[in-house]
């Protein structure tokens, strides 16, 4: 896809073709007032009022038709109420009749995302561009579209195309275009620096090495924060191999790294005054001669010892490091982005990531600006009686309880610990993946929470609100 912005063009008075926006509670009325040519051809395409329903309406030429479509509200539109339509109507300029599309601005971007870089036989469908008299919303919702297929073009690439160097290459993009400063850690200074980083990738050789990825952008007197993605590139489950289905898609386990290279993004591209530090660890979970075990014991970056109870409860050892090395610039804010645990997909499924905050406004703020921006968030407790179930026998914690209770909640404990005190922290434990298409939403790699959380990084440091 081109630039998204190129997709939303400013309303000129330029020809384009309507979209009548309808709800049930108001579509009796509406059809009663219609030409008999418009009832007979909505009857002819058997239109009924529901979720993304839609009919062609004939014009006074063969040439001049428009666009019926059903909403659940034509006075609060949703972002993917017109996502659909993004998706199936012909390339052209279309315009939203006697309304402003608003938040499906960002449907009608994302609802013509194709990932197609393995494909033969590329989609040639052409541009539909909506028209919109916001041009301050254009800008924003076309800057979050961009952030989220960012994400997707990201997870949908394979491995062995979206390995360590390629991830580096990435941050590399945005540093570059940002006139950030980027610093890579890796070999010996890596395993000095980054203990468990370098644990957790080194049987992946020197094609994959571990390495760990620092960028930071803003005035060094502005407030600062600092943004941690996972970043493992593939998942086998090490010496705990996974088994071939859950093997399948950890391509997608850099997903944490994915949304956090894209808030970055946004973050700067938004000029938001604050001291960004970017921090992304970068690993491939192998099987070879080479691999941590179960049993060892592994000394972080504060000299914290983990026993390791399971080597495919990696992510959070990459990220304990990427805490500690946060805290060390004493941030007044902390966002980590991860594809953590299986046990927050069983308590909420695909859409909702699950939300762990040590501070109730920051929580709230998120979940408010989840709900605003069709991104939502759930929170869960830090229940701090599950401590007990870190406890090691021999270190001073395991990286995985024991019986598979509260999995989600134990992995947020256990980065709990590498938190620096009194640091407001999010830890957002997301999928980053659609299971099954949706408009706007196609299967493959999703950005789940990014959109959330920007919202509040604008409102906090530019008083700008929620995107809605």
């Known amino acids: 896809m081109s630039d998204p912005a190129d997709l939303i ?9 309507d979209i009548h926006l309808i709800d049930s509670a108001h579509y009796e009325d509406w059809l009663a007032s219609q030409p008999e040519r418009h009832r007979a051809a909505i009857e002819a395409q058997g239109f009924k009022a529901t979720a993304f329903a839609h009919a062609i309406l004939p014009g006074d ?3 001049s038709w428009s666009v019926l479509t059903c909403v ?8 993917w109420c017109l996502a659909k339509l993004a998706d199936i109507l012909p390339a052209g300029t279309y315009r939203v009749k006697d309304n402003e599309p608003g938040p499906a601005i960002f449907g ?12 033969k036989k590329k989609s040639d469908k052409g541009p539909r561009i909506l028209l919109t008299g916001q041009a301050p919303l254009r800008d924003r919702l076309a800057a979050q579209a961009r952030g989220v297929l960012l994400v997707r073009d990201l997870v949908n690439t394979p491995a062995e195309d979206m390995g360590p160097d390629a991830l580096e290459a990435a941050a590399k993009a945005i540093a570059t275009r940002h006139n950030a400063t980027l610093d890579v850690t890796r070999g010996e200074a890596l395993e000095r620096g980054f203990p468990m980083v370098h644990a957790v990738g080194r049987a992946a050789g020197r094609e994959h090495a571990p390495r760990f990825l620092e960028l930071r952008w803003g005035r060094e007197d502005h ?3 600092a943004i941690i993605g996972k970043g493992v590139t593939f998942d086998s489950g090490g010496l705990d191999i996974k088994p071939s289905s859950a093997m399948r898609l950890m391509k997608k386990d850099m997903g944490g790294a994915a949304h956090a290279l894209a808030l970055a993004d946004l973050v700067m591209e938004g000029g938001l005054p604050v001291r960004l530090h970017l921090l992304i660890p970068v690993a491939e979970n192998a099987v070879g001669a080479h691999a941590f075990r179960p049993g060892d014991v592994l000394t972080a970056r504060d000299g914290t010892h983990v026993e390791i109870t399971n080597t495919d409860a990696e992510g959070r050892l990459l990220l304990a490091d990427a805490l500690v090395r946060a805290g060390e610039e004493k941030p007044e804010l902390i966002i980590d982005f991860a594809t953590l645990t299986g046990a927050a997909r069983a308590a909420l499924g695909p859409d909702l990531p699950a939300l762990f905050v040590n501070d109730d406004a920051l929580a709230g703020a998120l979940t408010d600006a989840g709900t605003a921006s069709d991104d939502p968030l759930w929170r869960l407790p830090l229940w701090a009686p599950y401590d007990d179930m870190m406890k090691s026998d021999i270190a001073d914690l395991v990286n995985s309880a024991e019986g598979g209770f509260g999995g989600a909640i134990t992995a947020a404990l256990f980065l709990q610990r590498f938190v620096p005190k009194g640091v407001a922290w999010a830890h957002l434990d997301t999928f980053a993946w659609r299971p099954a298409a949706r408009p706007g939403r196609p299967k493959g790699g999703d950005a789940l929470g990014l959109r959330a959380v920007e919202a509040v990084l604008r409102a906090r440091y ?5 995107a809605s």
């Open 223 to 225: 407030p600062r924060i």
């Open 72 to 79: 659940a509200d034509t006075a609060s539109l949703s972002s």
């Open 108 to 119: 009608w971007i994302t609802g013509q995302y194709r990932f197609e870089r393995y494909k």
């Open 61 to 63: 030429t063969p040439d």
């Open 9 to 17: 063009h400013i309303d000129k008075g330029q020809a384009a073709r």
């Open 462 to 466: 530019s008083g700008g609100g929620t």
